[in-house]
């Protein structure tokens, strides 16, 4: 999720889990600290743009090390503060801001290396957006009411409310995504599609309307789905995956790697100049992906370093179209 986001949930996991027992100034400082820190590892260059992609929520998401490190940032803030007869509950309030923070993160689509270093499998439910008011609002006007109020109880009682409002929203988000995923898959037999994979994913800033990707050997099947619309049917619009290309360089390091990261979501493509050039087709819709990846020349794939070819929408049309979209009007796919 993003920052403001982490920071809120960690700040209000925190005042949560001290209540009276320390200032509540103090529990939502360090709660923003631990809600942040997993993230510091975006600064990290590993000297190659898919790398700083799939490494990007790796050790520094992982439950096991984070669990390892709660008692170590417990002890400094407990000795800074002169609470060191509050270890163990600071150890157990920052150590639930750290490892939410990730979980939070799997909830996306993105991929979160959750079990390192037992597994460097990504997880990633794909049921809420990276950015979404409806789940980061109640967090922060729960913390904000827990920091203003002159009636402590209260205030804990707001900001209590505002870590059940948030949390009921990420399960509608689920539920939500399991019923489109029914829709979906009804769709794609009523059309004759035999999907391989079928992602199911809220569009920007939402969870009423939602993207599909559905892929085969040869071509990959985008649709929209939302709550409002009259029907439980779905337009699908085939695009191809470079079928011929997967199978001359599919078995390149780079490309097994960013097709594992993905699970299998992907399409290559040959640039009018010789290069080749990879997309990962979770994040971003017909024709603009986020992440885009020239691999090097198709005589010599990973022989240099990639580059990233981010492709972003105008954000005044992508909008609109977007909302009309969601109110169920069939019309341009939402960009």
Do not use: C
């Not at 439980?232 to 599919?250: D, F, I, N, S």
């Not at 780079?254 to 050039?277: C, E, K």
């Amino acid at each position: 999720m993003d920052s403001l986001t982490q920071i809120a949930l960690g700040s209000a996991v925190v005042v949560a889990t001290m209540g009276r027992r320390t200032a509540v100034w103090k529990a939502a400082m360090w709660g923003a600290v631990a809600g942040t820190l997993p993230d510091l590892d975006a600064f990290i260059d590993h000297g190659d743009a898919m790398l700083n992609m799939v490494l990007h929520r790796g050790e520094s998401h992982a439950l096991f090390y984070l669990t390892l490190f709660a008692p170590l940032l417990a002890w400094l803030v407990a000795w800074v503060h002169g609470e060191s007869a509050l270890f163990r509950r600071w150890t157990l309030a920052l150590w639930l801001a750290l490892i939410t923070h990730p979980l939070l993160d799997a909830m996306t689509l993105y991929g979160t290396q959750l079990l390192l270093p037992f597994t460097n499998h990504p997880y990633g439910v794909g049921s809420v957006f990276i950015i979404d008011l409806a789940y980061t609002l109640p967090l922060i006007v729960g913390t904000v009411a827990a920091l203003r109020m002159k009636d402590l109880a209260r205030g804990l009682r707001w900001n209590a409310m505002g870590l059940v409002l948030s949390t009921a929203y990420l399960a509608w988000g689920v539920g939500a995504q399991w019923q489109v995923e029914r829709i979906a898959r009804a769709s794609l037999q009523q059309a004759g599609i035999e999907a391989e994979g079928l992602l199911v994913t809220p569009t920007p800033f939402n969870t009423v309307l939602w993207r599909l990707v559905a892929t085969t050997p040869t071509q990959y099947h985008e649709g929209f789905y939302s709550f409002m619309d009259a029907t439980p049917t779905v337009r699908w619009t085939a695009h191809p995956r470079g079928a011929e290309l997967m199978t001359q360089h599919g078995q390149a390091e780079r490309v097994a790697r960013l097709a594992a990261f993905t699970h299998g979501f992907y399409r290559l493509a040959a640039t009018p100049d010789g290069q080749l050039r990879i997309t990962d087709l979770r994040m971003g819709q017909e024709p603009d992906y986020t992440f885009n990846f020239d691999l090097g020349p198709l005589s010599a794939v990973g022989s240099v370093p990639t580059q990233h070819m981010s492709q972003r929408p105008d954000v005044g049309p992508a909008l609109s179209q977007l909302w009309t979209r969601l109110q169920g009007h069939d019309g341009p796919s939402p960009r």
